[in-house]
C-alpha cells in the first residue's frame, strides 16, 4: 500500500475528526496540527515495520446546512 487516505470533518463539540477509507483507523484532535501528528501516531500503530504507507492523504468534508 502505497497511500491512505482519510476523511477528516469538524466536530460538532469543537476539533477534528479523521477516519481511514479502507482501514479501521480512527483519531481525533482539538486542532489540524494536532490532528496531523495524531493521523501519524495512529497509522504508524495499526500497521507493522515497514507496512505503512508512504504517503497520507487527508480530505476535508465539510457540510454547510442552509435555509430555504
Known sequence: MN???FLVEEA???????R???Q???TEADSLSALRDQ???AVKCHFEDGQAPKIIRLH???????AV
Open 3 to 5: 497511500e491512505l487516505f
Open 12 to 18: 460538532a463539540e469543537g476539533g477534528y475528526s479523521a
Open 20 to 22: 481511514a477509507l479502507g
Open 24 to 26: 479501521s483507523i480512527f
Open 39 to 41: 493521523v501519524r501516531d
Open 60 to 66: 476535508f468534508v465539510r457540510e454547510e446546512v442552509m
